[in-house]
């Protein structure tokens, strides 16, 4: 049973910052497997944020972000980062992380952790 | 930015009803779409990948599909289940950035 668990959320004031981390158990693949980043703002629908290919070779991120956050992972223990920069406001949200079997368009969001709220706000 | 809309933004239908939600894109996608429900407090969970690949353990009941045009696809419920009152999202695999329709808000009649 993959599992995906989030955490580092929480209360932030505008222009801090906030590292969140997305510990993946059960998931013998997580080497070989692309990563994302998807948030969602109370009461709103669901935002693309960042993607890291499983070796490193890729990444990606909305222009919302862009500058700001930053994606990355370590293989030894399985975790998934998003160190998040001069936080805004609007950047207020659930933050999950997400496994993607695919590759190139092939790419959905098959495992979800359970999200960690980061509130931006003085 | 490649957009997504949905229709309707919520709709009301009983037990054993067949529910149809649509999705269409701003620019051709091909096949590249796929669905995810989400139920209150809950993370999303895929559904349907490729526009029409059923995700492993969903219950067959739910069906996806393209027009072929590569803009318009649809999403169906043959007979919704209790379990099934949710809202229903689409989403593009075709480039980044990844986009997601606003969502279909799927209400007890």
């Known amino acids: 049973q993959v599992q995906l668990v989030e955490s580092g959320g929480g209360v932030v004031q505008p222009g801090g910052s906030l590292r969140l981390s997305c510990a993946v158990s059960g998931f013998s693949d997580f080497r070989n497997t692309d990563m994302h980043w998807v948030r969602q703002a109370p009461g709103k629908g669901l935002e693309w944020v960042a993607f890291?290919?499983?070796?490193?070779?890729?990444?990606d991120s909305a222009d919302s972000v862009m500058g700001r956050f930053a994606i990355s992972r370590d293989t030894s223990d399985n975790t998934l980062y998003l160190e998040m920069n001069s936080l805004r406001p609007e950047d207020t949200a659930v933050y999950y992380c997400?496994?993607?079997?695919?590759?190139?368009?092939?790419?959905?969001?098959?495992?979800w952790g359970q999200g960690t709220l980061v509130t931006v706000s003085s | 930015d490649i957009q997504m809309t949905q229709s309707p933004s919520s709709l009301s239908a009983s037990v054993g009803d067949r529910v149809t939600i649509t999705c269409r894109a701003s620019?051709?996608?091909?096949?590249?779409l796929n669905w995810y429900q989400q139920k209150p407090g809950k993370a999303p969970r895929l559904l349907i990948y490729a526009a029409s690949s059923l995700q492993t353990g969903v219950p067959s009941r739910f069906t996806g599909s393209g027009s072929g045009s590569g803009t318009d696809f649809a999403l169906t419920i043959s007979s919704l289940q209790p379990e099934d009152f949710a809202t229903y999202f689409c989403?593009?695999?075709?480039?980044?950035?990844?986009?997601f329709g606003h969502g279909t808000k799927v209400e007890v009649k």
């Open positions: 997400v496994t993607d079997p695919g590759t190139g368009y092939n790419s959905r969001f098959d495992n």
């Open positions: 890291l290919r499983y070796d490193g070779s890729d990444r």
């Open positions: 620019q051709s996608i091909a096949n590249y």
């Open positions: 989403q593009q695999s075709y480039t980044t950035p990844l986009t």
